[in-house]
């Protein structure tokens, strides 16, 4: 059984941090609220998103799972307007998910959920990790986006830098311990990433004011932020691309 009621915004968030991942999502329901855990075809990136029962105007779950495809969802949040509530119900007997917006009633159906990946989120110990402000890495990413298709993200004790290198330019996003939230940094870490998945990644994050990174040298990079006012958290994992 899962029953629920949720703000617009809510919805476009979960939308947004897994849409560009996969086109398939699980969504695994408990008394506590929601979970989703999903893997891209080419296993290069990864989410886990967590909602508590908090993160909805009315919630009621037993334990039960329940597979959608993204592009219904996007259908759904376009009938929306800024400060609807959606209210969800699970049709378990026909699998299907009733989904209503104002006065259209959607009914969809549902996939397996045993036909989607379910990925084990792997538990790494990276030893550096720096918070920051969404904006300043925001504003790197856009800068790189016309240089290069990947990055390279450093951390040393005293700064964080993200870099692009091109066939002729070059563009680099240096921050300051002051000009950072918090850093734990040992000794310097340093990997490179596919810019298109990483970009995806923070763009997601735009509701959130800080983004926590935590770097490994080769290693994948783990980001981490808060949905849903705060009552919701999402990890993304992103391997590295390996340098010759």
């Known amino acids: ?10 919805l476009k968030e ?49 334990d039960v799972s329940i597979a959608v495809e993204m592009d219904k969802m996007r259908e759904v949040i376009k009938l929306a307007k800024a400060g609807d509530v959606i209210s969800m119900e699970h049709d378990s007997e026909r699998n299907r998910l009733i989904v209503t917006v104002g006065n259209i009633i959607r009914k969809m159906g549902l996939l397996s ?16 990790n720096v918070i920051l402000k969404t904006d300043e890495i925001k504003q790197g990413i856009k800068a790189a986006e016309s240089i290069s298709d990947h990055v390279t993200l450093i951390m040393e004790p005293e700064s ?10 070059e563009v680099k996003l240096k921050l300051t311990k002051d000009q ?3 850093i734990s940094c040992k000794e310097r870490q340093r990997s490179m990433f596919p810019l298109d998945y990483f970009s995806n ?15 490994g040298t080769d290693f994948p990079v783990r980001l981490e932020f808060t949905i849903a006012g705060g009552n919701g958290e999402v990890v993304y994992l992103l391997a590295p691309r390996i340098e010759d």
């Open 113 to 128: 959920p045993s036909s989607i990946t379910s990925p084990k989120v792997p538990d790494l110990e990276l030893p550096a």
């Open 180 to 182: 950072l939230i918090e």
């Open 1 to 10: 059984m899962f029953k629920a009621k949720l703000k617009a915004d809510v």
């Open 201 to 215: 990644m923070v763009k997601a994050a735009t509701n959130s004011s800080s983004l926590k990174i935590l770097l």
């Open 160 to 169: 964080f830098s993200m870099e692009a290198d091109g066939d002729t330019d």
């Open 14 to 62: 979960i939308i947004e941090v897994t849409g560009h991942i996969v086109d398939e999502i699980v969504m695994d329901l408990d008394s506590e609220g929601l979970t989703i855990k999903a893997v891209d075809p080419s296993h290069v990136a990864m989410v886990d998103l967590m909602l508590t029962k908090n993160a909805f105007q009315e919630f009621e779950a037993d």
